[in-house]
């Protein structure tokens, strides 16, 4: 991995951390905070990659059943609003555009983040219910 690679990857590790405090709580990013599929498809991929056994987690339909349990307006479509726009947020390029590593170095800082703020929130919650949706799918066994 090149220098370039490792500066860019920490300084969207800075702006994550510094973006916890103020933009993720501040209001007129809560109200124009809208749901990125591709983004939430991108985690979602990013946990559950494709392999020699089994599909990814948006080919076995993870992310349409995710959807299902949070329709619009309910409070867990509007965390993963925040969630996914914060995520969007944190660089020129969307998420889902980030190279693999990036992503992984993003979804890291998330697990450890704190769980009462959107990003720690989100995360855990996403990775929970992804995960007990993907294993109950017959082509992961």
Do not use: K
Not at 15 to 24: E, K
Not at 81 to 104: K, V
Not at 108 to 118: G, I, K, L, T
């Amino acid at each position: 991995m090149s220098a370039p690679d490792l500066t860019r990857r920490d300084a969207l590790l800075a702006l994550a951390s510094s973006s916890l405090v103020c933009l993720a709580w501040s209001p007129a990013f809560a109200q124009t905070a809208q749901l990125r599929r591709e983004t939430l498809d991108a985690v979602l991929d990013t946990l559950l990659p494709s392999d020699a056994l089994t599909p990814s987690a948006t080919a076995l339909g993870v992310g349409d059943e995710i959807m299902s349990i949070a329709p619009d307006g309910s409070q867990l479509h509007r965390l993963f609003a925040l969630g996914t726009t914060w995520l969007d947020q944190l660089d020129d390029r969307s998420f889902a555009e980030q190279p693999d590593q990036i992503r992984h170095d993003v979804l890291r800082y998330m697990e450890d983040a704190d769980y009462n703020e959107v990003p720690g929130r989100f995360f855990h919650l996403l990775r929970r219910m992804a995960m007990e949706i993907y294993y109950a799918q017959p082509q992961t066994y």
